[in-house]
């Protein structure tokens, strides 16, 4: 995948989070969506700068406590729910957003793993807002300045982070504030066909 090629679509001068993966119930956004409406009421951020954009799986098959969310904070007018989306479709997303959303699991030692969308978040090259627990993910993302890391069950944080984004947002200053020119050594060892290698070499080790 050409992730230079990639073009930006966006009309409109809103502040724009996007997200794409599979929510299900240890994982999902409403808490985040609690965050925006009480900024809202608070008026600590301004509705009309605000777009949310979810792609792929926003209520997993049976449930519909994501949706229901939406509803129940009156959001209707700011989160978009996409559905599945062809790769390059989801990719576009991205390029067009302005924060890119990481929801990981609030399980205990969840953030013992990383999400493959965090790779192509990295390609992407937009700052990043992870509601994470500690560990590889956000080791990544706080090492390379890639963006912030929130605990994903402390309503009060988020709330501070995405005021904190939406300030840089008016300020101008959002794509300065964080570093996305990864030396090429150290991009290295996040990328498919080094890692395929590196595997390969301790096959042969323990074979």
């Given at each position: 995948m050409d992730y230079q090629a990639l073009k930006e679509k966006k009309?409109?001068?809103?502040?724009?989070?996007?997200?794409?993966g599979i929510f299900y119930q240890e994982r999902n956004p409403r808490l985040f969506l609690q965050a925006i409406a009480a900024l809202f009421e608070e008026k600590k951020i301004a509705r009309e700068d605000i777009a949310i954009r979810f792609a792929g799986v926003f209520d997993y098959p049976g449930y519909s406590q994501n949706s229901d969310a939406v509803k129940k904070h009156g959001l209707e007018d700011v989160v978009e729910v996409l559905g599945h989306l062809p790769h390059q479709e989801a990719l576009t997303l991205l390029k067009s957003a302005d924060i890119l959303?990481?929801?990981?699991?609030?399980?205990?030692?969840?953030?013992?793993?990383?999400?493959g969308k965090l790779y192509e978040y990295m390609a992407v090259k937009k700052p990043i807002l992870a509601l994470s627990l500690k560990g590889e993910s956000s080791t990544i993302?706080?090492?390379h300045r890639l963006g912030k890391v929130i605990d994903p069950t402390n309503l009060e944080a988020i709330k501070?982070?995405?005021?904190?984004f939406y300030q840089l947002w008016?300020?101008?200053?959002l794509d300065h504030q964080f570093s996305f020119d990864l030396e090429p050594e150290r991009f290295l060892i996040y990328q498919r066909d080094y890692q395929a290698k590196e595997l390969a070499e301790l096959?042969?080790?323990?074979?």
């Amino acid at each position: 995948m050409d992730y230079q090629a990639l073009k930006e679509k966006k009309e409109e001068d809103k502040l724009v989070f996007s997200y794409t993966g599979i929510f299900y119930q240890e994982r999902n956004p409403r808490l985040f969506l609690q965050a925006i409406a009480a900024l809202f009421e608070e008026k600590k951020i301004a509705r009309e700068d605000i777009a949310i954009r979810f792609a792929g799986v926003f209520d997993y098959p049976g449930y519909s406590q994501n949706s229901d969310a939406v509803k129940k904070h009156g959001l209707e007018d700011v989160v978009e729910v996409l559905g599945h989306l062809p790769h390059q479709e989801a990719l576009t997303l991205l390029k067009s957003a302005d924060i890119l959303l990481l929801i990981a699991d609030a399980a205990k030692g969840s953030g013992a793993y990383i999400p493959g969308k965090l790779y192509e978040y990295m390609a992407v090259k937009k700052p990043i807002l992870a509601l994470s627990l500690k560990g590889e993910s956000s080791t990544i993302i706080e090492t390379h300045r890639l963006g912030k890391v929130i605990d994903p069950t402390n309503l009060e944080a988020i709330k501070s982070a995405v005021v904190e984004f939406y300030q840089l947002w008016k300020e101008r200053k959002l794509d300065h504030q964080f570093s996305f020119d990864l030396e090429p050594e150290r991009f290295l060892i996040y990328q498919r066909d080094y890692q395929a290698k590196e595997l390969a070499e301790l096959m042969d080790q323990l074979s």
